[in-house]
């Protein structure tokens, strides 16, 4: 069974910095692409970073680009994600989720953690 | 960006009631789309991938249709365990968006 795990979330004061992990299980974490994904209070889901299986590409949306790092310890089945320089607006349930890639080209999250609260506030 | 323009923003449906939400691309996205389902206080769950392909377990009242810019979630026969919101996602191309949600209450 798949499972994802999230941890490290919690209150920080804007400017500061927070790493969220996700251990993973169930699967062969080095073969699969994974992704952050956040969903402020009552709002809607806004994708934030991907890593590839092997960690050598990544991507980011721009609101974060530069203040955030994913990566990915492979040996541990470990996803990370560095948040520096903090924003009230980054304020939300953070959701560590696999990528599914079928066929190589239809991609999208075919499993998702429970999610870890990040609150941004002095 | 892509944006996805998804309809109704909620929704009321009477038990047994097939109901339909919408989502709309701001560009082709060659159906690289896929619909989730989210109960309250929930993490997402995947229904549907590339547009129409049920995800494993899921319950076969739920379809996906849809190409191009245009794309459908339909729900046949509406059950008690059906509510929730649903998002649509994009993943043609980066960055990956969602849709802005549909509630679905039973009426």
């Known amino acids: 069974e798949v499972q994802l795990v999230e941890s490290g979330g919690g209150l920080v004061q804007p400017g500061r910095s927070m790493k969220l992990s996700c251990a993973a299980s169930?699967?062969?974490?080095?073969?699969?692409?994974m992704a952050w994904v956040r969903q402020a209070p009552t709002k809607g889901l806004e994708w934030v970073a991907t890593?590839?299986?092997?960690?050598?590409?990544?991507y980011y949306r721009d609101s974060v680009k530069g203040r955030f790092t994913i990566s990915r310890d492979n040996a541990k089945s470990t996803l990370y994600l560095q948040m520096n320089s903090l924003r009230s607006e980054d304020t939300a349930t953070y959701y560590c989720?696999?990528?599914?890639?079928?066929?190589?080209?239809?991609?999208?999250?075919?499993?998702w953690g429970p999610g870890t609260m990040v609150t941004v506030s002095s | 960006d892509i944006q996805m323009t998804q309809s109704p923003a909620s929704l009321s449906a009477s038990l047994g009631e097939t109901i339909s939400i919408e989502c709309r691309a701001s560009?082709?996205?060659?159906?690289?789309l896929a619909w989730y389902q989210q109960k309250s206080g929930k993490s997402p769950q995947l229904l549907i991938y590339?547009?129409?392909r049920l995800q494993d377990g899921v319950p076969s009242r739920f379809s996906g249709s849809g190409s191009g810019t245009q794309y459908s979630l339909k729900i046949s026969g509406m059950q008690p365990e059906d509510e929730g919101d649903y998002f649509c996602?994009?993943?043609?191309?980066?960055?990956?968006?969602f849709g802005g949600g549909t509630k679905l209450e039973l009426k």
């Open positions: 989720t696999r990528v599914e890639d079928w066929e190589l080209f239809y991609w999208y999250f075919d499993f």
């Open positions: 169930g699967f062969t974490f080095s073969n699969y692409g």
């Open positions: 890593i590839s299986y092997d960690g050598s590409s990544t």
């Open positions: 560009e082709d996205i060659y159906s690289n």
């Open positions: 590339a547009a129409n």
């Open positions: 996602l994009q993943g043609s191309k980066f960055p990956w968006t």
